[in-house]
């Protein structure tokens, strides 16, 4: 069991629609990420938002908008994305993101149509 | 030069003996340092951090960090089948922010 859950766990979209993936974490930590898997590489990072803040946005398409509503959960908006966005989208947790290892959920596949 | 590198693998080991995974990075100014195992279809779940130069040592696992060479590395000992898997490098870099670089990973067969 993980203690950062992501829904849903899979998700089949159209390139014109908006879809919105879901992390939350109750474990008091104040830096949440959002990666993209592709099958047999590493995790990209994508975004980094610390305290609440955006900290780090590794010059994502705008077709992805991060949303951290508040400590605990974090959200990302998806809006006319393109065949090759199809991953495993995994969000990570950390008590700090200077120094901390992170915590990952198990992630939500998604292809897109 | 990739920024975490990683041989590929695969690394095949016999049951019960000890694997080794090597990772080089290229930023000077990193402390701080995992390991990830990441099974097939699963995410990545973190088995050891390390930040000072040397060994530490976690049940069967050993991670080993040399910072003057830039490597670190992870010893399995008394491999188990169940330790089939990707093993993921991970460095924190400091430049433009603490950002998180993954190696490619090690894919680690253990044969029973």
């Known amino acids: 069991d993980t203690e950062v859950t992501q829904t849903p766990k899979h998700l089949v979209m159209g390139m014109t629609n908006k879809k919105s993936l879901k992390c939350e974490q109750h474990?008091?930590?104040?830096?949440m990420y959002w990666y993209k898997q592709k099958a047999k590489k590493p995790p990209e990072l994508m975004f980094v938002?610390?305290?609440?803040?955006?900290?780090i946005n590794e010059s994502v398409p705008s077709r992805f908008s991060p949303e951290c509503p508040n400590s605990s959960l974090l959200n990302l908006h998806l809006h006319a994305l393109q065949p090759e966005d199809s991953a495993l989208y995994l969000c990570a947790s950390s008590q700090g993101h200077s120094d901390q290892p992170q915590h990952f959920g198990d992630g939500t596949r998604l292809s897109i149509l | 030069q990739k920024e975490v590198e990683q041989n590929s693998g695969p690394l095949s080991v016999p049951e019960g003996a000890i694997a080794s995974l090597n990772c080089t990075y290229s930023d000077r100014g990193s402390q701080s340092f995992f390991w990830y195992r990441q099974y097939s279809g699963k995410s990545p779940e973190l088995i050891m951090s390390?930040?000072?130069?040397g060994d530490k040592e976690d049940g069967r696992f050993t991670a080993q960090l040399n910072k003057a060479s830039q490597y670190v590395s992870l010893l399995i000992r008394d491999s188990q089948p169940s330790d089939s898997a990707t093993y993921l490098c991970a460095v924190i870099l400091n430049t433009g922010g603490f950002k998180t670089i993954f190696g490619a990973g090690t894919r680690l067969f253990v044969k029973a």
């Open positions: 390390i930040y000072s130069n």
């Open positions: 474990m008091g930590h104040r830096a």
């Open positions: 938002y610390s305290y609440e803040k955006l900290s």
